[in-house]
C-alpha cells in the first residue's frame, strides 16, 4: 500500500502512521481499515456506548480525509441505521468538517471515532443529519446491526466491511445488555399492585392497621356500637345563614345547630326498618330560624353602636 504514494506527502505519513498505531493497539469499542485504493477514505465500525440504548449494536461508517489532513478535519459518514444518525449523510459536528474552526491537528481519526461513539446518546437539538428516535426503537436497530454489515459501494468496500463486521462481533457480547430500567419499573408496578391488593384483602377481613388519621371515625363507630344496647343518638343539624348591611357595614353571619336526642331502645326495630334514620317529633324549624335572626340582629346592633362611637356619634344608640 505505501509503495503508491509519496511518503514524504505530510497527509500520507500521516494516515499511514496513525493505521500501524490502530492495526498494532487494537481497540474493542472501534476498528477502522483504508481502502486498498485510496488511503484517504476509510471504513469503519463503532460499537454502542455501554448503558445506553445503543448498547449492543455495530454501527458501520465511512472516513474521508481531507489532502491537507491532519490541518483540516475529516468527514464522517454512517451506514448503518441507528436512529441517531441520518444514513449516508456527513454527520455535523465539531470533530467533522462542518465545524473546522474546532478541529486540531494533533487529533486523529481514533480520537474522532471515540468523539463519535460519545456524542451518540447526546441530544441531536436538530443538528445537520441528525435523528431523534424513540429509545425502544434505537434498541430494535441496534440488536439488528448485529446481523450483517450493510450493503454499499464496490465488492473490494464491501469485503473490507465484512472483515471489520466479523471482528467487531467476535468483540461484542452475545446478548446486548439493554437498560433495566423499564423492567425494574414494571416491577415496582407490578409489586405495588401486590401490595394493594393485600391491603384491600386486609380492609376485608378486618385485620387492616388502624391510621392514626381514622382515630376519630373509628371512635365515633365504638361510641356507636357500645351504645346500640341503650339506644341510638339520633342528631338533627341545622344550618342559617344571614346577611345584613347596615351603611357601609356589612355583616355576615353563618350559625349551625345541632340536636341529639336519644333513642329509647325499645325503638330502635322500628328505626332499622326504615330506609334512613328518622327523629319520630321533628323540631320547629322556626325556632332555629328566630334563633338565628335574633342572634344576627344583636350583632348588628353592636358593630353599628361601635361604627357610630367612631365617627363621633356616641350615645346615639343609648338614647335609642
Known amino acids: 500500500m505505501a509503495e503508491k504514494y509519496n511518503l514524504k506527502n505530510p497527509a500520507v505519513k500521516r494516515i499511514l502512521q496513525e493505521v500501524k498505531e490502530m492495526q498494532s493497539n487494537p481497540s474493542e469499542d472501534f ?24 448498547e449492543g449494536g455495530i454501527f458501520h461508517g465511512r472516513i474521508q480525509l481531507p489532502a491537507e ?36 491537528p494533533s487529533w486523529s481519526v481514533r480520537t474522532a471515532l471515540v468523539a463519535l461513539i460519545a456524542f451518540m446518546p447526546t441530544n441531536p437539538d436538530g443538528a445537520y443529519g441528525s435523528l431523534d428516535y424513540k429509545k425502544e426503537e434505537r434498541q430494535a436497530l441496534a440488536i439488528k446491526s448485529r446481523e450483517a454489515a450493510p450493503k454499499f459501494g464496490t465488492p473490494e468496500r464491501q469485503k473490507l466491511m465484512d472483515e471489520i463486521h466479523q471482528y467487531m462481533l467476535s468483540k461484542a457480547p452475545s446478548v ?4 433495566h430500567t423499564t423492567t425494574d419499573e414494571i416491577s415496582n408496578n407490578r409489586e405495588l399492585s401486590h401490595t ?16 392514626p388519621e381514622n382515630t376519630d371515625v373509628l371512635a ?29 357595614l356589612r ?15 325499645g325503638e330502635q326495630g322500628e328505626e332499622e326498618q326504615s330506609s334512613e334514620i328518622r ?20 350583632i348588628v346592633v353592636l358593630l353599628l353602636n361601635k361604627f357610630l362611637k367612631a365617627n363621633g356619634y356616641a350615645g346615639y344608640m343609648d338614647g335609642l
Open 251 to 265: 355583616v355576615s353571619f353563618s350559625a349551625g345547630f345541632k340536636l341529639s336526642r336519644r333513642i329509647p331502645a
Open 196 to 211: 394493594t391488593t393485600d391491603e384491600i384483602s386486609n380492609n376485608r377481613d378486618g385485620e387492616a392497621q388502624i391510621n
Open 279 to 298: 327523629v319520630r317529633k321533628p323540631v320547629d324549624d322556626r325556632l332555629f330560624t328566630w334563633a338565628a335572626v335574633g342572634l344576627t340582629v344583636a
Open 176 to 179: 446486548p445488555q439493554l437498560s
Open 69 to 104: 489532513y491532519p490541518f483540516k478535519p475529516p468527514a464522517f459518514m454512517l451506514l448503518t441505521p441507528n436512529g441517531r444518525f441520518e444514513t449516508q449523510t456527513k454527520i455535523c459536528l465539531s470533530i467533522s468538517n462542518h465545524h473546522p474552526e474546532h478541529w486540531q
Open 31 to 54: 476498528m477502522s481499515l483504508p481502502l486498498e485504493e485510496n488511503i484517504f477514505e476509510l471504513q469503519f465500525a463503532i460499537r454502542g456506548p455501554r448503558d445506553t440504548e445503543f
Open 220 to 248: 365515633a363507630n365504638e361510641e356507636h356500637s357500645d351504645s346500640e344496647s341503650e339506644g341510638r343518638i339520633v342528631e338533627n343539624v341545622r344550618e342559617v345563614r344571614q346577611d345584613a348591611n347596615a351603611g357601609p
